[in-house]
């Protein structure tokens, strides 16, 4: 049996915890926020009204196999799942309306009835291709451990797997092969933003995170996504895990380049092992004790500005999730991703707004909307997001785009709050607000740390940012850790 301590309690650690915890370790995670779920976070509203439950992090979960396994091995039920359809409806700017589906055969019938035969004949090329690149992820990539870029070159794919990888091909660049339809390739490059990355820039294998959405659906929690942390804290505290909230680890120890404990506060907790779920250019700027060469670490991935709306009255038929694109797309990377980085004034929105009477009081909505946003702090990729004025101004300026999008609701708003990426820095420890940690790519910061015993898991680790790649990272550490002796 290993004394294990986890570096705070997202998703990834909590996951990691409980999986240790089921394998005979004694552990102990260690939380600097008085709540648990990290990024997986909530915001309740209490008004005359009612109550109002937002999720102010990831609002849609897919790969639900991954969470059926996680909570099967955990020796407990997984929380029940909602299917949505759409799983995002798509507003062009022309007008066009495209609905997807996790059935293949009712999108392809969708896209040829919004958007022509055409569109569906080739969003049916690329599908077929999307899927050789999810199979060979699926099976090389996203369940093992990959330390180097020697351990990526070394897989051994199938001539037929590369090819559909396309190395050195942007997923621009492959939409542009495969899609005539300016408003397909608009769907296809924000997929590039699920992993923080600009689509001009992402490597084309990241099609496989459409066809991983659209083949096993788009999921909902009632109650809100952030009851999956709930669950979670649930079977760590059934298997015996200590969670330990208002706690900050603020230095790791491993003298000869073995760990063997934490510093809490001005106490030092001893450990044979230490998982870390912070970002990992904090571990490795912040907490490790001696620097590190941050490389790639310091390429952050996108932020995102959020404002949530309570809102009078209900918005005839209005899905779960809707996405407004902009005219002009590469307008809006160049000012989040530009030198200097700017606010875009013309956005793509975002906007989740459940009907689910869990979150929202009888005859009123709860709106979570979401624009692309660059990183906080300063310098010419930055923005400083507590400059004052600007986070008000800039939520006027979505609400105003919105409104211009054929969805005006500011008549309508009875309390709004802001959340900029200085709000995610300062209240989880992502630095900038950056989402996903380092931008998208194949090859992030490894699970196995520098140091003997020390492991990564989380969003800004491999294998990448969402709620199932975050769970799959945890199966990784707790595989590589092992069962107790």
């Known amino acids: 049996m290993a004394e294990v301590v986890v570096v705070g ?3 990834g650690g909590l996951a ?55 909570f099967a091995d955990l020796g407990g039920d997984a929380p029940a799942l909602v299917p949505l359809d759409p799983v995002v409806r798509h507003v062009f700017p022309d007008g066009a309306v495209l609905d997807s589906s996790a059935d293949p055969a009712v999108f392809l019938s969708r896209i040829s009835a919004a958007l022509g035969a055409g569109a569906a004949a080739d969003w049916e090329r690329l599908w077929r291709r999307a899927g050789r690149v999810w199979t060979a992820s699926w099976r090389d990539i996203l369940r093992k451990p990959l330390d180097s870029p020697a351990a990526l070159a070394g897989l051994a794919w199938r001539l037929g797997d590369l090819a559909a990888v396309a190395p050195g091909t942007s997923l621009r660049g492959l939409g542009r092969r495969y899609l005539r339809d300016l408003r397909l390739r608009m769907l296809l490059d924000r ?41 979670l804290l649930s079977r760590c505290v059934a298997l015996g895990v200590s969670v330990r909230t208002g706690a900050e680890v603020t230095a790791i120890s491993a003298p000869g380049g073995r760990v063997d404990g934490v510093r809490v506060g001005s106490s030092f907790v001893p450990a044979d092992v230490v998982v870390s779920n912070v970002d990992a250019l904090t571990l490795y700027r912040d907490l490790l004790p001696a ?8 390429d952050r991935s996108l932020a995102g500005f959020v404002v949530l709306l309570g809102l009078r009255g209900r918005t ?28 875009a004034a013309d956005p793509t929105v975002f906007v989740t707004a459940a009907d689910d009477p869990l979150v929202r009081p009888a005859g ?16 010419r990729g930055a923005v400083d997001w507590d400059r004052p004025g600007l986070a008000d101004a800039y939520a006027d300026r979505v609400l105003s785009v919105l409104a211009a999008r054929g969805l005006d609701v500011r008549d309508r708003v009875l309390f709004r709050e802001v959340l900029t990426p200085a709000s995610l820095e300062r209240g989880v420890g992502a630095p900038g607000g950056a989402i996903y940690g380092t931008a998208g790519g194949l090859l992030r910061p490894a699970n196995r740390g520098p140091a003997r015993g020390l492991f990564l898991v989380g969003g800004s680790t491999h294998p990448g940012g969402g709620l199932p790649m975050v769970a799959l990272s945890a199966r990784i550490v ?4 092992g069962p107790a002796r």
């Open 9 to 11: 309690a997202g998703v």
């Open 16 to 70: 990691c915890a409980a999986r240790l915890a089921a394998g005979g370790h004694r552990v102990t995670v260690y939380e600097r926020s008085t709540v648990v779920g990290g990024k997986l976070g909530r915001l309740v509203v209490e008004r005359p009204e009612g109550t109002y439950r937002f999720d102010t992090g990831p609002s849609l979960l897919t790969l639900p196999q991954v969470f059926d396994e996680l």
């Open 191 to 231: 997929y590039a933003t699920y992993t923080g990355a600009d689509p001009r820039r992402a490597p084309a294998a990241l099609v496989a995170v459409p066809y991983a959405e659209l083949s096993f659906g788009g999921w909902y929690l009632p109650g809100g996504l952030a009851t999956l942390a709930d669950a």
């Open 291 to 298: 620097p590190r060469r941050l490389g790639r670490l310091a």
């Open 316 to 343: 005839p038929g209005l899905a779960h999730h809707t996405v407004f694109f902009p005219p002009d797309y590469d307008a809006e990377f160049d000012a989040v991703f530009g030198a200097p980085a700017r606010p």
């Open 364 to 379: 009123h909505e709860a709106w979570f909307v979401l624009v692309n946003a660059p990183r906080h702090g300063v310098g």
């Open 478 to 481: 707790a595989s590589s850790v």
